[in-house]
Structure formats: C-alpha cells, structure tokens
C-alpha cells in the first residue's frame, strides 16, 4: 500500500526556517516526481515546488522562489522542502504529493498520489 509519512511541520516566528520532509513507504520515489502543495484558510490549493526524476526539473511557484529548496534523496527515500524567511503569508497545509516519473508539476490535476497534509503556522 502506496503511503507518504509527512514531517517537520509546526509553530514558527517570521523569518524562521522549517524543513518539510516525505517519507515514502510501499513505493520507491526513484518512480514518482514529487511536489509540494499548500493550502491556506479560504484559499485555492497551490503548487509551490516539483522535482522530477527522469531530465531531472525543478520548478518553483513565484511566491516562494528563492526562499524554498525542494530536494529529494532517493537513497532514504525521502523529499524534502527547506522553507527561509518565512511570512505570515506562508501559513498553510503543506502535502506533499507524487506524479509520474518525467512530471514535475505544479497542477494538482496531475498529482497521482497525496500526502495527508502538514501544518505550517508563521506568527509571532
């Protein structure tokens, strides 16, 4: 059974840093590209980072460009996503989620799998 054990989420004051992590479990990401998805309250879910495996891609939403790292090691079979500087504005379920192997997508509608959701609060 395809399952995605999510980490790392919590309580954090403006211009700190979290590190998200997805672990996989019943699958291998060595199969899947993975991405990064939040959803603040009374907001549409946005895609905010993907990494491929296949001509590995990274790509990144405009709103945490230069901010967010997404990364992946295959051998702990785990993603990850490194959050700096984070703002109020970054307050949100953070899922992580897998798509086909050559995909590095922001569009849900292209997400295969997803992970039940971790949540990140920014405030002081």
């Known amino acids: 059974q395809l399952k995605f054990v999510e980490s790392g989420g919590g309580l954090v004051q403006p211009g700190g840093s979290l590190r998200l992590s997805c672990a996989a479990s019943?699958?291998?990401?060595?199969?899947?590209?993975v991405a990064w998805f939040r959803q603040a309250p009374g907001k549409e879910r946005e895609g905010i980072a993907c990494?491929?495996?296949?001509?590995?891609?990274?790509k990144y939403a405009d709103s945490v460009k230069g901010r967010f790292i997404i990364s992946r090691d295959n051998a702990k079979n785990t993603a990850y996503l490194q959050m700096n500087s984070l703002q109020p504005e970054d307050t949100a379920i953070y899922s992580c989620?897998?798509?086909?192997?050559?995909?590095?997508?922001?569009?849900?509608?292209?997400?295969?799998?997803w992970g039940q959701g971790n949540q990140v609060t920014v405030s002081s």
């Open positions: 989620a897998a798509a086909g192997i050559l995909d590095c997508t922001l569009d849900a509608s292209q997400v295969l799998y």
């Open positions: 019943g699958f291998s990401w060595d199969y899947y590209g």
């Open positions: 990494h491929n495996t296949e001509r590995p891609t990274i």
